[in-house]
């Protein structure tokens, strides 16, 4: 059984930092990892997803990378900005339209 | 672009009454996920349909029930709640079209009395 790891559970860093996220998972044939955003009480945003043929994957100041054999995958975040402050998720996803497993999340703040 | 929609957003029900929650899929989406988030937890993995056929089990308890049905909108069929059912649930559509990228519904967020 798949599971998915993020460390650390929060974090809180000044305006302006560049920040990584990190997520583990057990089972390294996975289809999918996607990460996702939630600020409180609200739904889940989808930020990147990255296939298990691809090693990255960048949409502006956020890059996220995938190592299957490491069982890892890393979300960076360029310079920091108040308006990040929020949980973020990874998820893994098996093949086959299955469903998502997901991490804890890590909790950031960003300090303006 | 279209967006996964649910309703109700909000929903107060006492212990063992019954609740509905609709989701409306992404046009052109074939594939419904339901996942339950309880508070402070990471969201637990329900139901899913494809093609209006029950795709995947995962921790749905036997007091809910789901469908999907002809226009690919689903229901979540909750009876007999308990206070544990308060969370927030969302719905998730994708797209067999290799990538599957699930999107995300705002949630119904569902409190038991």
């Known amino acids: 059984k798949q599971e998915v790891t993020q460390i650390p559970a929060a974090l809180s860093v000044p305006e302006g930092e560049n920040l990584v996220l990190n997520c583990s998972f057990t089972?390294?044939?996975?289809?999918?990892l996607q990460w996702f955003r939630q600020d409180p009480g609200k739904g889940l945003t989808s930020l990147l997803l990255i296939q298990s043929s691809q090693r990255e994957q960048t949409s502006g100041r956020l890059n996220a990378s995938l190592d299957k054999s490491s069982g890892r995958s890393t979300l960076y975040i360029a310079a920091s900005q108040p308006g990040d402050s929020a949980t973020y998720l990874c998820a893994e996803g098996g093949t086959g339209r299955r469903a998502l497993t997901f991490g804890s999340g890590t909790r950031l703040q960003v300090q303006p | 672009a279209a967006g996964v929609i649910q309703s109700p957003r909000h929903l107060i029900k006492e212990k063992r009454e019954t609740a509905t929650l609709k989701c409306y899929p992404i046009p052109r989406h074939d594939t419904v996920y339901w996942y339950q988030q309880g508070p402070g937890q990471d969201p637990q993995f329900l139901i899913s349909f494809y093609e209006k056929m029950q795709s995947d089990k995962g921790s749905i308890p036997d007091r809910f029930s789901a469908q999907q049905f002809s226009d690919y909108h689903s229901e979540l069929n909750m009876s007999s709640l308990e206070l544990g059912d308060s969370a927030l649930y969302f719905c998730?559509?994708?797209?067999?079209?290799?990538?599957?990228?699930?999107?995300f519904g705002p949630g119904t967020r569902l409190l038991v009395l």
């Open positions: 089972d390294s044939a996975i289809y999918n």
């Open positions: 998730a559509s994708s797209l067999d079209d290799g990538q599957e990228t699930q999107y």
